[in-house]
């Protein structure tokens, strides 16, 4: 089949895998954070004080979209929101302690997940490939 060779289908396919890690990973670990939820508690942690459209910006969410995974991380209580003391119409998310320990306990996960994402490849493909990747979503 064509469509197997082409670049759409198999970035579909290693999101596909990349998601699969992460969950199996994670259920292992006996923690309940999806891939989106990681990266929105990654860059709340990063940049103190976005609101939820910045969140969404800095991980390439849309924004009609974050409002629920920010509610589940409300649930879990490892994030707080409050109105902007710029902008009353703005919502500020920062980190809880139990987000920050919930953090603390994700990343040594997630980071030694990452050779699991790319099975099959060298430690210099691996590099290359996301070299390849930054620059294709950078331009």
Same mark, same amino acid.
């Given at each position: ?14 999101n596909?895998?990349?998601?699969? !890690? ?5 259920? /292992?670990?006996? @923690?309940?954070? &999806?891939p989106?939820?990681? #990266? %929105?508690?990654?860059? $709340? ?20 979209t ?12 490892y994030?707080?929101?409050? !109105?902007?003391?710029?902008d009353?119409? /703005?919502?500020? @998310?920062?980190? &809880?302690?139990?987000?920050? #320990? %919930?953090?603390?306990? $994700? ?27 930054k ?5």
């Open positions: 089949m064509e469509a197997l060779n082409m670049p759409g289908h198999l970035i579909r396919r290693l596909q895998l990349s998601t699969q !890690v992460f969950a199996s990973r994670m259920q /292992a670990a006996g @923690i309940d954070v &999806t989106v939820q990681f #990266a %929105a508690l990654d860059a $709340i942690r990063t940049t103190p004080g976005l609101d939820q459209a910045g969140i969404a910006a800095m991980i390439a969410y849309d924004r009609a974050i409002g629920g995974v920010i509610e589940r991380l409300l649930q879990k209580g994030i707080e929101r409050a !109105v902007s003391d710029r009353r119409r /703005a919502r500020v @998310i920062t980190m &809880t302690e139990a987000g920050q #320990a %919930a953090y603390a306990q $994700i990343l040594p996960i997630v980071r030694d997940l990452q050779s699991d994402i790319l099975p099959g490849l060298s430690e210099d493909e691996s590099r290359l490939l996301l070299s390849l990747m620059k294709v979503v950078n331009a």
